[in-house]
């Protein structure tokens, strides 16, 4: 099972920082859980450049530029140079914001060029009982998916965050049958770009805690976990993990 830490702007200090690399790494020695954080970009390289540990680092987000002059942007360059081996691509924080499919298409191409391994987020704003969110899901998935190669397909890493699980407690997740179907319906829609013998990486996201992180990995066929407030206090994330464990 993979974690990626997402720790968005939560974490803006050194020392706890530091508390929950150390943490990370010795969970990584002492359960089966692989583990990627993803810090804020200021603070990437402090831990990611020299690292000789088993846990691994991503980017919360890169440019869609390719450098230059671009006052303020974090190219996938200076990423890759910072020690990410993964970027997380299409948070809905980030598509808030203005991360069109296009920009996001153009994102994954500076990742790509330059081997950094795009997790790539899709999520439906809301539940409707018609089935529509499922739509929403294929059509997010389909405009990536058409402007890869299937080389980049291959490598992409799906995060299924279903915006109105985001950010909650345990209680408003997704719950395990619902991440079931889903979880199958983003592996048919991968399925028909890459072929049925091509299996991606595929997270889920959104109000994922201690309490129900077993239930939502057993049967739901998920490969892992992309956690936001559960993966910046030491102590409840490591009880995640151990959870999982
Ligand atoms: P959350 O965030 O775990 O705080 O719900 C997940 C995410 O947005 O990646």
Same mark, same amino acid.
């Given at each position: 099972?993979?974690?990626?830490?997402?720790?968005?702007?939560?974490?803006?200090?050194?020392?706890?920082?530091?508390?929950?690399?150390?943490?990370?790494?010795?969970?990584?020695?002492?359960?089966?859980?692989?583990?990627?954080?993803?810090?804020?970009?200021?603070?990437?390289?402090?831990?990611?450049?020299?690292?000789?540990?088993?846990?691994?680092?991503?980017?919360?987000?890169?440019?869609?530029?390719?450098?230059?002059?671009?006052?303020?942007?974090?190219?996938?360059?200076?990423?890759?140079?910072?020690?990410?081996?993964?970027?997380? #691509? =299409?948070? %809905? $924080? +980030?598509?808030?914001? *203005?991360?069109?499919? /296009? !920009? @996001?298409?153009?994102? &994954?191409?500076?990742?790509?060029?330059?081997?950094?391994?795009?997790?790539?987020? #899709? =999520?439906? %704003? $809301? +539940?409707?009982?018609? *089935?529509?969110?499922? /739509? !929403? @899901?294929?059509?997010? &998935?389909?405009?990536?998916?058409?402007?890869?190669?299937?080389?980049?397909?291959?490598?992409?890493?799906?995060?299924?965050?279903?915006?109105?699980?985001?950010?909650?407690?345990?209680?408003?997740?997704?719950?395990?049958?619902?991440?079931?179907?889903?979880?199958?319906?983003?592996?048919?829609?991968?399925?028909?770009?890459?072929?049925?013998?091509?299996?991606?990486?595929?997270?889920?996201?959104?109000?994922?805690?201690?309490?129900?992180?077993?239930?939502?990995?057993?049967?739901?066929?998920?490969?892992?976990?992309?956690?936001?407030?559960?993966?910046?206090?030491?102590?409840?994330?490591?009880?995640?993990?151990?959870?999982?464990?």
């Amino acid at each position: 099972m993979l974690i990626v830490a997402n720790w968005k702007a939560y974490v803006e200090d050194l020392d706890k920082a530091k508390k929950l690399f150390a943490v990370s790494k010795k969970l990584t020695r002492t359960t089966r859980v692989s583990i990627v954080l993803a810090p804020p970009a200021p603070l990437l390289s402090l831990f990611a450049i020299g690292n000789k540990s088993k846990v691994a680092f991503a980017a919360q987000d890169i440019s869609k530029t390719a450098g230059g002059a671009q006052t303020g942007e974090v190219t996938a360059g200076a990423c890759e140079a910072a020690g990410a081996a993964y970027v997380i #691509v =299409g948070h %809905s $924080e +980030r598509r808030a914001l *203005g991360d069109s499919n /296009a !920009v @996001i298409v153009e994102k &994954l191409s500076r990742a790509y060029a330059q081997g950094l391994v795009p997790i790539l987020c #899709v =999520g439906e %704003s $809301e +539940r409707d009982g018609g *089935g529509r969110y499922l /739509a !929403v @899901i294929r059509e997010q &998935l389909m405009h990536i998916l058409k402007s890869l190669t299937p080389k980049e397909r291959a490598k992409l890493i799906v995060a299924y965050e279903p915006l109105w699980a985001i950010g909650h407690a345990a209680a408003q997740a997704i719950d395990a049958n619902d991440l079931t179907e889903m979880t199958l319906y983003i592996r048919k829609v991968l399925a028909e770009f890459s072929g049925k013998n091509a299996r991606s990486i595929v997270l889920y996201g959104g109000s994922v805690e201690p309490t129900n992180i077993r239930a939502l990995a057993a049967g739901s066929n998920v490969d892992g976990f992309l956690v936001g407030h559960a993966s910046v206090d030491p102590v409840v994330f490591k009880a995640l993990v151990q959870a999982l464990h």
